[in-house]
């Protein structure tokens, strides 16, 4: 699935001054790619991810998702649009009555998707995600990686075309992160996916992304390939970054 995203506007309100927290944004993720958006705090990576992932509508701008227009969807179209899109978070959002197995099987149980199905389906991905023998875990017995992995299944469960990680690995220790970014990669390529991926670090860019956009108050400074950009930055903030990559 191929993204594009057109003149993106977005404001708030906040102690009655406005603040752009996404001001004129245009990218293109080709199909089939993992592309980070990295930028610091407060450089609206949330808000374009709220906007990118059709949580939240832009003031401005139009978003394409394969040439077809999806920011201004009804209410019933939007529903079924999300249920192809995948997203993880820093926090993981896991329901912690549920067991990793039943955390899994929530979103096809949305979908009403038939028992036996679900089983066959959490089966494969608690595989896919390297969980087999932690399928009746209660989410407070896993680690933060194993957690990672099990939004990650969730995420995968309805067959989604784009993945969104919004500082997936921002909670998890260097190495932990390495393991998380490689089952990524593994996964965008057997599944196809366009992975769309949120961060401030740029560890996760150098090891993960093909292709990156550098954001800076609201607006985005710099794109190329992670090649381009790492042998040739050409802004301040992305210098900055740069010099601040820590080797492991
Ligand atoms: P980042 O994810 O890069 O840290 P955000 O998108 O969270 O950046 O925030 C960008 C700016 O927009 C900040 O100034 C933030 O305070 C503001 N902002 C984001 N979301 C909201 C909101 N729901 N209400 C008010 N202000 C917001």
Redesign the pocket.
Known sequence: MEIKIANLGRS???DDKT?E??KDVSIEIPSNTIYGII???????????RLISLLEKPDSGEIYYDRKRVDNLSKKDLILQHRRIGMIFQNFNLFYSRTAAKNIAYPLEICHVAEKDIKKRVKELLELVGLADRADAPISTLSGGQKQRVAIARALANNPDILFCDEATSALDPQTTRSILELIRNIQKKMNLTVVM?T?QMEVVRDACEYVSV?NN?SVVETGTVKEIFSNPKSEVTKDFLSHLTSN
């Open positions: 708030y309100v906040q603040v927290a996404v930028g610091k705090s407060g450089a609206g990576k949330s808000t374009l991810v949120i401030h954001l609201g």
